[in-house]
């Protein structure tokens, strides 16, 4: 079965940049949907953005503009890149590989911090 391992967060100055990677360690082609989700603390965990084996992308209204999700399935890798970070962008963010019918699994997630 797939796992996802989750990197790329880091401590940010409102404003900047971070690109987040989450590498799966089968292919990803048989995998629907590939998505990146966040929680803050206190809050329910919630969709930022997710590709489709289709390229079909989704994204949150939240991040929109700012966010740009990619797939590269030669690397069996999904891509979140985030610009002008908010301080409202911090938060654990979690990568999911969904199969329809089949199976959903979460990466261990990775630490993004926006300091104002």
């Known amino acids: 079965q797939v796992q996802l391992v989750e990197s790329g967060g880091d401590l940010v100055q409102a404003g900047g940049s971070l690109r987040l990677s989450c590498a799966a360690s089968?292919?990803?082609?048989?995998?629907?949907?590939m998505g990146w989700y966040r929680q803050a603390p206190g809050k329910q965990r919630e969709l930022v953005a997710s590709?489709?084996?289709?390229?079909?992308?989704h994204y949150a209204d939240s991040v929109r503009g700012r966010f740009t999700i990619s797939r590269d399935n030669a690397k069996n890798t999904v891509y979140l890149q985030m610009n002008s970070l908010k301080a409202e962008d911090t938060a654990a963010y979690y990568c999911n590989a969904l199969r329809y019918a089949s199976f959903s699994i979460w990466g261990q997630g990775t630490q993004v911090t926006v300091s104002s």
């Open positions: 089968g292919s990803i082609r048989m995998i629907n949907v």
């Open positions: 590709i489709t084996n289709g390229n079909s992308i």
